[in-house]
């Protein structure tokens, strides 16, 4: 079964700054992809950006880029000039990749890091 | 468009009544998720509809769980005989394929049994 292992409950950053967030992961599977999620205190889950395993170049979006490293089975996220609104919990996830006639597409997460943004 | 819809969006039960959760797919979506997220657990994927499929089941924590899709659209998530461990937040996502589709998130039902 694949974990995701989240190691910080909680960061806190200054606003204008940047902050990473760790995962690793472990699975046996060489095709999968990851996801950073946030969730604001409305509960909405919010998909910050997502990487295929396949891919060697990092994803990036925006302030928000990842450091993908496959062997170590690590995938951490980078907020950079953080802002106000970035203030939420983050979930990294994984989701194995489906092929015909396989089984359960759900994503497997982390138990989450809250980031605080001081002002 | 609309996003994935649930209701209610809060839900108060006593211990042993049956409650149903709803959810509203993003219209074209055929994929469809229930997760759980707790306190303790964390975020616990439930169960998986794939247009009008069977669902695969394999991730529902007891026979006390059931849910239902119609018409390859709407889904019904239903808790008999509630427990207070199964308070929690019950997510809904769809996506529109499979593998690497993005899953969309609805605002979640916040369930209580006291």
């Known amino acids: 079964a694949q974990t995701v292992t989240q190691s910080q409950p909680e960061m806190s950053v200054q606003e204008a700054e940047t902050v990473t967030l760790s995962c690793t992961y472990d699975t046996s599977e060489s095709d999968y992809y990851l996801f950073w999620y946030k969730q604001p205190p409305s509960r909405q889950m919010i998909l910050v950006i997502r990487?295929?395993?396949?891919?060697?170049q990092n994803a990036t979006e925006n302030r928000f880029s990842v450091n993908f490293q496959k062997a170590a089975k690590s995938f951490s996220l980078k907020i950079s000039d953080s802002q106000l609104g970035d203030a939420a919990m983050y979930f990294c996830?994984?989701?194995?990749?489906?092929?015909?006639?396989?089984?359960?597409?759900?994503?497997?997460f982390g138990k989450g890091t809250h980031l605080i943004i001081q002002p | 468009g609309a996003g994935v819809s649930q209701s209610p969006s809060n839900k108060v039960t006593e211990k042993g009544k049956d409650v149903e959760l709803r959810c509203d797919p993003i219209s074209g979506h055929t994929a469809l998720y229930w997760y759980r997220q707790s306190l303790g657990q964390g975020l616990e994927f439930l169960i998986y509809?794939?247009?009008?499929?069977?669902?695969?089941k394999s991730g529902l924590p007891s026979d006390r769980f059931s849910a239902e899709r119609t018409g390859g659209s709407v889904s019904t998530l239903t808790i008999q005989r509630t427990q207070q461990e199964d308070s929690a937040v019950y997510l809904c996502?769809?996506?529109?394929?499979?593998?690497?589709?993005?899953?969309?998130f609805g605002p979640g039902t916040r369930l209580t049994v006291t």
């Open positions: 996830a994984y989701r194995r990749v489906m092929y015909s006639g396989g089984g359960a597409d759900g994503l497997t």
């Open positions: 509809f794939q247009g009008n499929s069977a669902p695969d």
């Open positions: 990487q295929e395993a396949y891919k060697q």
């Open positions: 996502a769809s996506s529109l394929k499979t593998g690497g589709g993005e899953q969309y």
